[in-house]
């Protein structure tokens, strides 16, 4: 009889566990499909990416982020750092997608994305570096012109200028002529009186 009543015991307590293993089951169960959800939906945002759907992926991307933020928020943040990296997205913005791969850096510790989200950083401080150097110098390049397109149109009214007071000079020489009598002139008219005397 003593056996029995332990085995019924062993029963109750198989029962039990059941009982309680069910719920974490079920729930796993439900929470494993969301999370394949948000994978499938990273997935499509990459592809999206890729065939030139920007605002797309970046729409899709921020919906996973914001629905799963604790198991695939890092990877929505790096694809829409990347989409807002991206040189022909309509959405392309440095400062943007700096900021994304940053919040991976600093939120998300444990991230395998880790490593990238650096790299990327890097490569983007440094194009926003080479950015500004370029518009300095396109900036300081302009005001050569600038002041090249000034120097030369002072050169050409001073040419203008001296064009006139060469022309002016010749006119006076010429009046000159013919008021004051000139040494050969002078040299005729002596002649001239002598020979006649």
């Given at each position: 009889?003593?056996t029995?009543?332990t ?6 307590f198989?029962?039990?566990?059941c009982?309680l293993?069910?719920?974490f ?15 499938e939906?990273?997935?499509k945002a ?6 030139g759907y ?12 914001d629905?799963?933020?604790?198991s ?6 790096f694809l829409?750092?990347?989409?807002y990296?991206?040189?022909?997205s ?34 983007i401080l440094?194009?926003v ?23 030369k149109k ?9 064009e ?10 010429e009046e000159?002529?013919k008021?004051?009598p000139?040494?050969d ?6 002649n ?6």
């Amino acid at each position: 009889m003593g056996t029995k009543r332990t085995r019924k015991r062993q029963y109750i307590f198989v029962y039990l566990a059941c009982l309680l293993i069910i719920p974490f089951a079920v729930w796993g169960c439900l929470h494993v499909p969301k999370k394949l959800q948000g994978e499938e939906d990273l997935i499509k945002a990459r592809r999206l990416m890729t065939d030139g759907y920007y605002q797309v992926a970046l729409v899709k991307s921020q919906k996973v982020f914001d629905q799963y933020p604790q198991s695939l928020a890092d990877q929505a943040l790096f694809l829409m750092g990347q989409i807002y990296a991206h040189p022909e997205s309509p959405e392309h913005n440095y400062q943007k997608s700096l900021n994304h791969f940053q919040r991976i850096l600093e939120f998300y510790p444990d991230s395998e994305l880790r490593a990238d989200a650096r790299l990327w950083s890097l490569v983007i401080l440094e194009l926003v570096e080479k950015q500004n150097e370029n518009r300095q110098l396109t900036q300081k390049i302009d005001l050569l012109e600038q002041n090249a397109d000034r120097q030369k149109k002072e050169i050409d009214r001073l040419q203008d200028q001296l064009e006139k007071l060469k022309h002016i000079d010749l006119k006076i020489e010429e009046e000159k002529r013919k008021v004051i009598p000139q040494p050969d002139d002078i040299k005729e008219h002596v002649n001239g009186k002598d020979s006649g005397s």
